[in-house]
Nanobody, 126 residues
């Protein structure tokens, strides 16, 4: 059974850091593109970052560029989102997602992704 489980969310002060993890089971991550998304209350789901299956291509939303870093460890079947310089506007439920795709690029569009985690809450507040 294919499953994605996020962890690492929590409460952090502005300017702080968190690292989200997403462990997958039921399949190997090697041939999947990975995306991270977030959804704040009353807002649409936002694609914030993705990484291609080869790790040769990454894409970031302007809202997180320079502060967040996406990565993957295929050997551990795990993906990560390192979040630095967090702001109150980063508060949201964060989701990981994957799609079987070996193309060079990846896309920060929710409709592209087939499998999703359950989400983890990130709250940035003093």
């Amino acid at each position: 059974q294919l499953q994605l489980v996020e962890s690492g969310g929590g409460l952090v002060q502005p300017g702080g850091s968190l690292r989200l993890s997403c462990a997958v089971s039921g399949f190997t991550l090697d041939y999947y593109a990975i995306g991270w998304f977030r959804q704040a209350p009353g807002k649409e789901r936002e694609g914030i970052s993705c990484i291609s299956s080869s790790s040769g291509y990454t894409n970031y939303a302007d809202s997180v560029k320079g502060r967040f870093t996406i990565s993957r460890d295929n050997a551990k079947n795990t993906m990560y989102l390192q979040m630095n310089s967090l702001k109150p506007e980063d508060t949201a439920v964060y989701y990981c997602a994957v799609v079987p795709w070996s193309g060079y690029e990846c896309y920060n569009m929710a409709a592209v992704y087939e499998y999703w985690g359950q989400g983890t809450q990130v709250t940035v507040s003093s």
